[in-house]
Nanobody, 124 residues
Framework: QVHLVESGGGLVQIGGSLRLSCAAS????????MAWFRQAPGKEREFVAA?????????RYADSVKGRVTISKVYAKNTVYLQMSSLKPEDTAVYYC????????????????WGQGTQVTVSS
């Protein structure tokens, strides 16, 4: 079993920055993918960014955050980060971390394990 714990959410002003963390514990995988999704009130959960780890990292981003968000992983640590900058009110959502041991993608069905989420609120 895999346990994912997100942290780093909070209240930030428009244009500000925030770094989210997702720590994975339990079963480990040599190759895996971790992703961030978000869900705003009344909206579907949507893909934000993903990182595929296979010795090195490959990344992919949603168009809505490209250029403002960076997903990264520290080598030999089971923690993935989501650095967000130039935050907008539309970035307000609960951010979820997810993990797949078999591949990656932009859809919820591509991931097997999920965290409980961390709230990000962007306000003036």
């Amino acid at each position: 079993q895999v346990h994912l714990v997100e942290s780093g959410g909070g209240l930030v002003q428009i244009g500000g920055s925030l770094r989210l963390s997702c720590a994975a514990s339990g079963r480990t995988f040599t190759n895996f993918a971790m992703a961030w999704f978000r869900q705003a009130p009344g909206k579907e959960r949507e893909f934000v960014a993903a990182l595929k780890w296979s010795g090195g990292a490959s990344t992919r981003y949603a168009d809505s955050v490209k250029g403002r968000v960076t997903i990264s992983k520290v080598y030999a640590k089971n923690t993935v980060y989501l650095q967000m900058s130039s935050l907008k009110p539309e970035d307000t959502a609960v951010y979820y971390c997810a993990l797949s041991p078999t591949g990656w993608g932009d859809f919820q069905k591509d991931y097997d394990y999920w965290g409980q989420g961390t709230q990000v609120t962007v306000s003036s």
